[in-house]
């Protein structure tokens, strides 16, 4: 019996609320410590969260297996654990064979090293020979498509070169394990394409994948299986298909009309506050009819002065189809809560939404989530032509202006019935 790539038994991973984790000096560790005592310490259970609970699986060589869930379902984390980037509070995972993965853009890169060098550190620390390392360079330079910056240091790399030469080092460097997480959304669709098939060449190899994404067509083209993570635990696991279905089917049944947006660590210039679908009146709800307008209410914070700041909303389907974008004008903003309305007045045939959330500034993207919120669309009448979702097309409307959200207002997952206008 062939002994499993992957397996992992009863893993926890608990997160003090407020806990700050650094690498201090043993002076500092001390200091730390003799300031706690006699401190009131509070209940351990009411000041922390558990990322993940009671996590079991096995996973065999070769398998493609992806991980869906909500936005803070645990995938990220589980992935972390997998990759020994943090330990686990409770279980223990046995991982067989060298492992390639893909986080968080730039993880294992070291930001005054150049893109050649952070190539070869990365095939030391995966245990290959200078040699193996130097077969493989122009193969991973070609597919980042960085040749003429592979000689200067990657923290003058765009974020986009940056997750270039990142996945190409993760793929190429021969893993025998590959795990990549969702930070592939942020790339284009061309370079997303490149990374699939990539992905699909190395599961074909006889090495095993674990991807983490909210394209569930992604996931249904790469994997033949899934796992749903919810809350932190393993709510099914089993042929993609079903495990996909399961999914969709629980999203419809406890979708939220105002979705609070997840806030990135390191964020400096704007971050998402939250989504709400409404009717044209106001009223918070995430079904609609076919020829009903509706509307998608976008809050956002900038956390300093910038120019050109313009808010976006992508529509598509919960298989990760893109059915159009939505665009604000482009504003200059002052520090504080913002928010843009767009109306929607698709001619969709039954069909379930999820949608995009994105923010730039002088036509740099400083914020983008994905996976977000569910909408239905209920009901096609007698007469009505609605397109399919799987043609995809572009909304034609106007812009709307990005408008201030008053402090005692609050954003809108803080409001009741109307957003404010």
């Keep these: 019996m062939t002994a499993p790539a992957i397996r992992a038994e009863g893993i926890g991973k608990r997160y003090r609320l407020g806990e700050h984790h650094s690498f201090g000096s043993l002076r500092e560790t001390l200091v730390d410590r003799l300031r706690s005592i006699g401190r009131a310490r509070p209940d351990a259970e009411k000041a922390s969260i558990w990322a993940l609970r009671d996590v079991s699986f096995e996973i065999t060589p070769g398998e493609a297996v992806g991980i869906i869930g909500r936005n803070g ?4 984390t589980l992935l972390k654990v997998l990759s020994r980037i943090t330990e686990p509070t409770e279980g223990r995972a046995e991982i067989r064979g060298r492992v390639g993965s893909l986080l968080e853009v730039g993880t294992g890169f070291h930001p005054e090293l150049t893109g050649r060098e952070n190539i070869f550190l990365n095939g030391a620390i995966l245990g290959m020979r200078r ?19 592979i000689d200067t240091p990657v923290k003058r790399y765009s974020s986009g070169m940056y ?14 394990i590959l795990l990549v997480d969702e930070v592939l959304a942020v790339g284009d669709l061309a370079f997303q394409k490149k990374c699939l098939g990539r992905m ?11 991807f983490v994404s909210h394209n569930l067509a992604a996931i249904r083209s790469l994997c033949s299986r899934a796992m749903l993570l919810q809350d932190g635990r393993l709510e099914a696991a089993g042929p993609v298909d079903e ?37 044209e009146d106001g009223q918070p709800r995430t079904e609609f009819r076919l020829n009903e307008p509706w509307r998608i209410r976008f809050d956002f914070e ?10 976006g909303v992508g529509i598509c389907t919960l298989e990760g189809i893109p059915i159009t974008t939505l665009y604000s004008q482009p504003s200059r903003l002052r520090p504080g809560v913002h928010a843009v309305e767009f109306t929607i007045d698709l001619p969709l045939a039954h069909c379930n939404l999820q949608f995009v959330a994105g923010l730039t500034t002088n036509q740099r993207s400083v914020y983008y989530q994905e996976g977000l919120g569910h909408v239905s669309i209920i009901e ?28 005692e207002a609050g954003p809108a997952w803080r409001a009741k019935g109307r957003p404010t206008r």
């Design 131 to 149: 040699t193996e390392i130097a077969a493989k360079f122009d193969e991973i330079v070609a597919f980042a498509e960085v040749e003429r910056f």
């Design 200 to 210: 699909k060449s190395v599961s074909q190899e006889g090495r095993t994948v674990l």
């Design 73 to 76: 379902a645990g995938k990220s």
């Design 243 to 279: 495990v996909i279905e399961l999914y969709v089917r629980d999203a419809a049944a406890s979708a939220a009309a105002t979705v609070k947006l997840p806030r990135p660590a390191g964020a400096d210039t704007a971050v998402g506050v939250s989504l709400q679908f409404t009717t």
């Design 163 to 176: 997750l270039r030469l990142a996945f190409a080092v993760a793929a190429h460097l021969e893993p025998e």
């Design 302 to 311: 900038c956390l300093r002065e910038a120019d050109h700041v313009i808010a």
């Design 380 to 407: 096609v009448a007698a007469g009505d032509q609605p397109v399919s979702v799987r043609s995809g097309f572009l909304l034609s409307a106007e812009r709307p202006a990005i408008m201030p959200v008053p402090k």
